[in-house]
């Protein structure tokens, strides 16, 4: 844990292991892509690269999409070929609404950390039907599609889905010959690469491998990189055939250098009690306030066996068992700049202002043991035809949080404010032998209804129970336990007025119990008794969210295309906040709204024009709550937009040549978000709006082999892209950059 690393030059095996992966393409097939494939009820044509999806993936979902009440969002693999989206999160931003959070104050959230429709999502990601507690950035290089399922989802998926879930679609192995790669280089620095082989074994046995390399600098921030490996090799036995056997398993390695953020001296809002240092001008955005000891290493695998079968009767079964393990170690310096952050002896020399500096160190292990049973059939009583959907899961899930030391620095350790070191050898928070340990078992029984009566009209149900238990050991305060009984439900009534249109309207909830989101159980009380004073407390009631949602669902141009518009409107009862009579106490009273409209529209405007774009509103706000925090009544959401957009299109110039681009907008997120608090005394109480512009090209150079640019942030928008919550750090927007890559198929 003490070792220095040198950071220009560690990860350079990753960018050799991308090379040597791109080169050996070529030995490994000499077949085109496959034509067309069969993936659990998604039917990806190679030859169609529409953006727009007709199913998901989930035998839950027993209708088409259109005939789903509900806002369901696909991002297919062909907008993250052409986007470059390496990551969930550069996914995720074809989602209008969706935004990233940075932690609290001296502390970095880890992976993928964001909030949809006003809710933290982070823990709500599911990995083919089964949910993920990866504590690791997600990768795409071994996905089919991501799908973003929006509403309370407590019916589909179990707890804490307040604003829904999303679920990765990975590549399954097919009968067919094919191989691809892409290899990319970036502006910053740095180069990826992936190889997407599959091959035929035998007459129903397929065989896929998906391998991922890369060393990347990130954009306009000094010493950050990602650098990483992974391999996923999927095997199927009987394909094609009533009965099939899938075997999975994926590796990942993360060597990356995380970053910490900069001061927020100098952005809109900035705040410090001395007028001098809050008129000063702001930092470099480059600039590395880190040391040579901060690193992250993560390691993840998840190793699947699924079994389906089509019974005669009609009736279709699948069981998926999965064991996953994520390893988290981080060490990073984060930066303090309020009132007491930043020491200026002599106010007219900005060249000596110091900043302070923290450090922290994150070590921990996450463990899921799921076994998930479904079955789907459909039936006739009288006048009724009935689509149905039931089954069972049970989930074993731990998380081990490893002690360490607490670290002071010294005044001489402080970072200089405008021309920090970033060599500066600062000293590691060491592990001192305790240990958090939490296990969450989890039993759930569910059924869904689909009920098809007239020609016209559908209603869909579903229940969902849960029983669930939950243990939190630690050295200092013991053992703490509980459990408890959940149920959830939907219902949803659709009327199709033509056979391409629906119109619908839905309700659903979702409840959340204390520590069971996060695996962050809390032993605290009061005085030893058993009233709490943590929202993780066992003794803390859950949590429910409800959503209302109605809309419309309209394929135009001959079913190209998908017409989408929704009003939703979510309430969350029960939220833990200070007894309003006994200072230090919490009680469940608190009752927050949020509310909006989602509008969409993808798919191929004609045989060369490609869409994907949506709008969402967001008007958030506690109703019931206490006191002047930021739970008070009248309290807004924070990082919660007012109004977002994002659009991606894409158009055939000629057989060789595309070209498109895209656009995202972000509204205002607030951060000091406490009713009646002075803005002008608050550090930088929000992230101002902005636009940020995408530029792409293709060019066929022969039938197999063809090289695009991407060029992001083509105007250079200045811009935050996440603020802690502090106010005092943040990291700035990527500057304009641009990607080569090589794509091929052989």
């Known amino acids: 844990m003490s070792h220095i690393r040198n950071r220009k030059h560690a990860s350079n095996r990753y960018l050799t292991a991308a090379l040597m992966a791109a080169a050996a393409v070529p030995a490994l097939s000499a077949t085109a892509l496959a034509q067309d494939k069969k993936l659990e009820g998604v ?13 998901v993936s989930s035998p839950k979902q ?18 993250l070929q052409q986007q470059q989206a390496a990551s969930l999160m550069e996914a995720l931003r074809n989602v209008p609404g969706i935004t990233v959070q940075m932690g609290e104050n001296g502390n970095t959230s880890a992976g993928d950390t964001f909030q949809m429709r006003g809710f933290d999502a982070s823990t709500s990601v599911l990995v083919d039907g089964v ?42 192995p097919t009968l067919e010959a094919a191989a691809s790669g892409t290899l990319a280089a970036y502006s910053q620095g740095g180069a990826r690469a992936t190889v997407d082989v599959n091959r035929a074994v035998g007459k129903t046995s397929g065989l896929r491998l998906n391998l991922m390399a890369e060393d990347v600098n990130a954009v306009g921030r000094d010493e ?43 952005y809109p809002g900035f705040y410090n009690a001395t007028p001098t240092i809050q008129a000063a001008p702001r930092v470099d955005p480059e600039n590395y306030y880190g040391s040579v000891r901060d690193y992250e290493d993560t390691e993840s695998s998840q190793f699947t066996v699924k ?20 390893s988290l170690d981080r060490v990073l310096t984060g930066v303090s700049t309020g009132n007491a952050g930043i020491f200026a002896t002599n106010l007219t020399d900005r060249s000596t202002w110091t900043v302070n500096r923290s450090r922290q160190h994150v070590v921990k292990d996450n463990d899921a043991l799921i076994n998930a049973t479904n079955f789907t059939a459909s039936a006739t009583t009288g006048a009724f035809t009935h689509d149905l959907s039931y089954g069972l899961e049970f989930s074993t899930e731990k998380v081990a949080v490893y002690g360490v030391n607490a670290v002071t620095l010294l005044d001489d350790q402080r970072a200089n404010l405008y021309r920090p070191n970033p060599n500066v050898d600062l000293p590691v928070n060491g592990l001192n032998g305790t240990r958090t340990f939490v296990k969450l078992n989890v039993g759930s029984a569910y059924l869904f209804d689909t009920i098809h009566f007239g020609e016209k009209w ?19 305060n013991g053992q703490i336990e509980g459990d408890g009984t959940l149920t959830s439900y939907k219902a949803g009534l659709v009327y199709k007025p033509v056979e391409t249109a629906s119109l619908y309207v839905a309700y659903a909830n979702s409840k959340t119990p204390p520590g069971t989101v996060n695996l962050g159980a809390s032993t605290t009380t009061v ?21 209302l949602e109605a809309g419309v669902k309209w394929d135009v141009l001959s079913g190209r295309v998908s017409l989408t518009a929704a009003y939703y409107s979510t309430e969350h009862l029960n939220e833990f906040v200070e007894n309003p009579f006994n200072t230090g106490f919490g009680e469940n009273f608190g009752k927050r709204a949020v509310k909006g409209f989602d509008l969409g529209v993808v798919g191929k405007i004609t045989d060369k024009w490609n869409l994907t774009a949506g709008i969402q509103t967001m008007d958030t ?3 019931e709550g206490q006191g002047t925090t930021t739970s008070a009544t009248g309290a807004v959401t924070r990082w919660s937009p007012e109004l977002a957009a994002t659009v991606w299109t894409t158009y055939e110039v000629s057989p060789k040549l595309t070209l498109g681009g895209g656009a995202r907008y972000t509204g205002e997120q607030v951060r000091a978000n406490t009713p009646g608090v002075d803005l002008a005394t608050q550090n930088v109480p929000f992230i101002p709006e902005y636009w940020v512009v995408d530029a792409y090209g293709s060019y066929k150079l022969t039938d197999k082999v063809s090289v695009q640019l991407n060029v992001y942030n083509l105007l250079d928008e200045d811009y935050i892209a996440t603020l802690n919550n502090g106010g005092s750090r943040l990291i700035p927007g990527a500057p304009r950059s641009a990607t080569v890559t090589l794509n091929y198929q052989f």
């Not at 669930?468 to 630690?474: A, D, P, Q, S």
């Open 458 to 476: 559908l209603f869909n149900a579903g229940v969902r129970v849960d029983s669930y238990g939950i243990t939190t050991k630690t050295l200092t």
């Open 131 to 172: 949910r993920d507690m990866s504590s690791a950035s997600r990768d795409t290089f071994n996905l089919e599609q991501v799908e973003v399922i929006r509403g309370a989802g407590g019916a589909d998926i179990g707890r804490g889905a307040s604003s829904g879930y999303i679920n990765l679609v990975s590549k399954h």
């Open 43 to 55: 039917t990806v044509t190679a030859d169609d690269n529409s953006y727009k999806a007709d199913v």
């Open 527 to 547: 005085g030893g008794s058993d009233v709490a004073t943590n929202i993780n407390n066992p003794n803390v009631d859950p949590t429910e969210t409800r959503n």
């Open 224 to 266: 950050v990189k990602k650098s990483g490996y992974a391999v996923a090799a999927a095997y199927g036995i009987g394909i094609g055939t009533p009965t099939r056997l899938y075997g999975f398993a994926q590796v990942s390695k993360g060597d990356n250098v995380p970053d910490g953020g900069i001061p927020s001296v100098g």
């Open 621 to 623: 706000k506690v109703e």
């Open 307 to 326: 079994f389906e079968h089509d019974f005669e009767s009609g009736v279709y079964m699948t069981n998926t068992t999965r064991l996953s393990r994520t």
């Open 62 to 79: 027993t209708q088409a999409l259109i005939d789903t009440p509900q806002t369901v969002s696909v991002i297919k693999k062909e907008v």
